[in-house]
């Protein structure tokens, strides 16, 4: 049995502390914001972001920080991206050499362009800091629904341990060395979940969405190499089978905000109907900015951020990608003389 707690109360936090008590773990789950906290120790449930999904008695709650971090094995690192640096400034002093930390949060740091785990060892560098990622909606793992995930750390050891602190029979655990592979998948697939949404609003089929996710992943693929990601991860759960989910589902709060905006809504409107932080809006932007500091053409990325933020047309851009110059599909491939 380890001792986890859980950094963040939203519908991902909430999620996996059920599946660590379910694994028989002593969960707790911790918020900045101490209402909240209150809330959730009144009413056991979620009903915000996890509605009639019931918290068992044995998971407690604290808005306390050296409750939360002190004498815990893992710390599960669930806020959302643009808190996470945030967070991890006010709990550093309290984290002790070498205490795990999960980072489940998908996104890039606007300003720095640091992935998630890179903000965490900024900010506590004392820390074994790893990422758990994959197809998982939180609405589906809070039920129990069977889900696969990766969890990526530097020590095959920190590895392996998480994977048998998480693993269950409708929760499986692979294990990788390649963090930012890991990392740059999760984030980036929420820039093309917004341009499925975007042709979903449009009112686009089936046709559309392919293209999107195969040259999305294509794009993904591209800059993750260029940055030091394996080709393998972009293959595998985390990259093709994250994007897939992302862009399937109404579960993904990044296709429906693309939706909207698709119908006709700013990106802040689908935002605040979303009513929960819509990711990709802020990893829209990091990846356009990573495309030029590795000279990496990301053709969808870049027209999803003049509709976010130049307000151009969704079918203006969708016409921009179609009549883009002419290209081979697979590169290096030989042709027959």
């Known amino acids: 049995m380890a001792k986890v707690t859980v950094l963040g109360a ?7 502390a059920l599946l660590l008590n379910n694994n028989g773990h002593e969960v707790a789950i911790w918020s900045i914001l101490p209402d909240e906290i209150e809330t959730l120790k009144t009413e056991r449930e979620n009903k915000r972001c996890l509605p009639g999904v019931m918290i068992p008695e044995r998971i407690s709650f604290t808005a306390d920080a050296k409750e939360a971090v002190l004498g815990k094995d893992v710390l599960v690192m669930a806020v959302a991206s643009p808190y996470t640096r945030s967070t991890s400034h006010a709990l550093r002093e309290l984290v002790t050499e070498g205490q795990i930390i999960v980072n489940v949060a998908k996104g890039i740091e606007e300003a720095t362009l640091m992935t998630l785990t890179e903000v965490i060892s900024d900010e506590i560098p004392q820390a074994d800091v790893t990422v758990l990622s994959g197809p998982s909606h939180a609405e589906e793992v809070g039920r129990g629904i069977p889900t696969s995930c990766v969890v990526g750390a530097t020590d095959k050891k920190t590895a392996e341990f998480l994977q048998n602190v998480f693993m269950s029979e409708v929760f499986r655990v692979y294990t990788s060395p390649d963090i930012m592979g890991i990392e740059l998948g999760g984030a980036l697939k ?16 089936d046709n559309t969405k ?25 293959n ?14 109404m579960h993904s709060r990044n296709r429906r905000a693309g939706i909207l905006i698709g119908q006709g809504k700013t990106y802040e409107e689908a935002m605040k109907e979303v009513n929960m932080v819509v990711e990709g809006v802020y990893a829209a932007k990091a990846a356009v900015k990573l495309a030029e500091k590795y000279n990496v053409d990301l053709p969808i990325a870049e027209q999803v951020n003049k509709i976010l933020f130049e307000g151009k047309k969704p079918e203006e851009a969708v016409k921009e990608l179609m009549l883009r110059d002419k ?7 030989e042709w027959n003389e």
């Open 10 to 16: 939203g519908s991902w936090g909430t999620a996996l």
């Open 210 to 234: 392919a293209a999107l996710v195969t040259r999305g992943i294509y794009e993904i693929s591209k800059l993750g190499m260029a940055m030091g990601g394996k080709a393998e991860t972009f």
């Open 190 to 205: 929420n820039v093309i979940a917004l341009a499925a949404g975007i042709a979903d609003g449009i009112g686009y089929g």
């Open 236 to 249: 595998g759960l985390t990259g093709i089978g994250d994007l897939i989910v992302t862009c399937a589902s």
């Open 327 to 333: 290209k081979i599909e697979i590169q290096n491939h």
